[in-house]
């Protein structure tokens, strides 16, 4: 099967098995008129539709499209559900992450790298900080993700980083300031998100180019969902009166979300910069040492 090497009904049970960890997410009755701005792709690209509970990107030949959120974050756990571009997606990303501004910026990312019709998408993520990135971790996903919603979750408090699909850990990025190397914590960040072009690297290192005559390729949101310290005027809204509503502030992986992260590792990891010798022939960089891979 091109998504998986283990059987649908194992992973059902697997799942199941995991219910009532702290990583369910629960729905919320998001609206996007007042979570979003449109940010490009004029003519229609972008959508906000059903009264607010449904947005769509699309590109075609000329432009793709985005939006970003009305509010920034220093620190949360931001879910959204999306449905990936079906069929020949070959060349396209769809981009969705974390982010603040200028030549020193921190970046979360989810990229959703686009496939030939029935081989599986690529899930790339990587983490930046002070402007540095290259922290790159690539997966296989389990499911199929053009054919339904999935909850794609980050996260971020000051000890960790948390990428986590359908409420399963795939990655954590532990704070690696004791081996002095930055970590995004001081810098607010919106909520991004774009579907663009990239056939010249994007499938294949560039060797299967997008088919426009499948154009448009649209790719759908919902169910946005923050528990976040929303950052305003200069300050931010969490503060020690108010620990209960913040746990997420403290979170991190339990035996059994240990155990989830585990399993995708060594199932659907399919590159790690902190195990590529020929990137990093002199050694790795310094925070491999406490995010090693299962």
């Not at 992260?261 to 050694?283: A, E, H, S």
Request: charged share 20%; hydrophobic share 35%; with cysteine.
């Amino acid at each position: 099967m091109a998504y998986s090497s283990c059987s649908s009904s194992l992973v059902r049970i697997l799942l199941t098995s995991f219910i009532g960890s702290t990583f369910v997410v629960l729905a919320s009755a998001s609206n996007f008129y007042q979570d979003v701005d449109i940010t490009w792709g004029g003519d229609g690209r972008a959508k906000i539709l059903n009264n607010g509970g449904l947005l769509t990107l699309s590109l075609d030949k000329t432009s793709g499209s985005g939006f970003q959120s009305k509010r920034e974050y220093l620190f949360g756990k931001i879910d959204m559900q999306l449905k990936l571009v079906a069929g020949n997606s070959a060349g396209t990303v769809t981009a969705y992450y974390l982010s603040s501004q200028g030549p020193t910026h921190d970046e979360i990312d989810f990229e959703f790298l686009g496939n030939l019709s029935g081989d599986p998408y690529i899930l790339h993520t990587n983490v930046y900080s002070q402007g540095k990135g290259n922290r790159e971790q690539q997966f296989y996903l389990w499911f199929d993700p053009t054919a339904d919603f999935h909850t794609y979750s980050i996260l971020w408090n000051p000890r960790r980083i948390i990428f986590s699909v359908d409420g399963t850990p795939i990655r954590e990025y532990k704070n690696p300031e004791s081996l002095g190397v930055p970590y995004p914590k001081s810098q607010p960040m919106r909520i991004y998100s774009s579907l663009w072009n990239a056939d010249d690297w994007a499938t294949r290192g560039g060797l299967v180019k997008a088919d426009w005559s499948k154009a448009p390729f649209t790719a759908s949101y919902r169910n946005f969902n923050e528990h976040a310290c929303i950052w305003s005027s200069g300050k931010s809204s969490c503060n020690s009166n108010t620990p209960s509503n913040n746990a997420w502030l403290n979170q991190e992986l339990d035996a059994t979300s240990q155990e989830r992260l585990k399993w995708v590792q060594k199932n659907y990891m399919i590159y790690n910069y902190c195990t590529d010798l020929k990137r990093f022939p002199q050694g790795f960089p310094p925070e491999c040492a406490i995010n090693k891979s299962s």
